[in-house]
């Protein structure tokens, strides 16, 4: 199976750091967040992978060249003009193999250890044109809980709610093609679209996940980072 990175992103809420690199060339702990990808990508089975990409993307091709140290092998699909998410997947589409019906795709600021088989295999089994990871949605903040009489009774730090959220990581079958924008937002406009159809599945996952946004996001995932591989060591 192919893999599609959507590597386009300005970052502008991660200046200065986006200054001259486009958002998944930031770099965590000395590997941009599009070398934590491809090695993800690459412990789970994928070997071929379409880098979407746009702005800077001199910087991506230049660092990453054929992908042959990374282990896998990259295609590059060019923006010559912003063509928004939806568009440039579009324009990705192009490069898949023959005879490949599927494909996974992954917005390019997403850091993760999902494992891809049991995805493909929800993919496969609940016939939907695409399957979306979700995860759990943690709050930001810390929750006080109060009893009946407005008593305080307890904190909780940071606790998973009752919700889901898009992980920005998909399998898509080739079918969807024709349904993606030349223009926008898939999000906006296809996944919408194919929810009302009842043709968009899910697969819940609580795998390590995280989308680095903020330099906030940046802080924090560092920080987690650095405790794996210090626990990792350790163990």
Known sequence: ????ILAGG?????RPFTEDRPKPMVEILGIPILGYQLQWLQS???????????YRHDVIQNYFGSGEKWGVKIQYSVETEPLG??????????????GEDICLATNGDVITNVRLKPLIQTHRQNGCLATLVLAPFISPYGIVEADEEDKVVGFREK?????????GIYVLSREIESMLPDQGDHETSTFPQLAAE????????????????TVKD???????LEKRLLTSFIA
């Open 1 to 4: 199976m192919q893999a599609i």
């Open 10 to 14: 300005r970052g502008e809420r991660l």
């Open 44 to 54: 789970q089975g994928v070997e071929d992978v379409i880098v979407s990409c746009g």
């Open 85 to 98: 998410r939806g568009g440039a997947l579009k324009l990705a589409f192009r490069s898949l193999a023959d």
């Open 159 to 167: 606790p998973e709610l009752p919700y889901w959220m898009n992980a």
């Open 198 to 213: 009842r043709q968009l599945g899910a697969y819940k996952s609580r795998a390590y996940w995280r989308s680095v946004d």
């Open 218 to 224: 940046l802080s924090e995932v560092t920080k987690e």
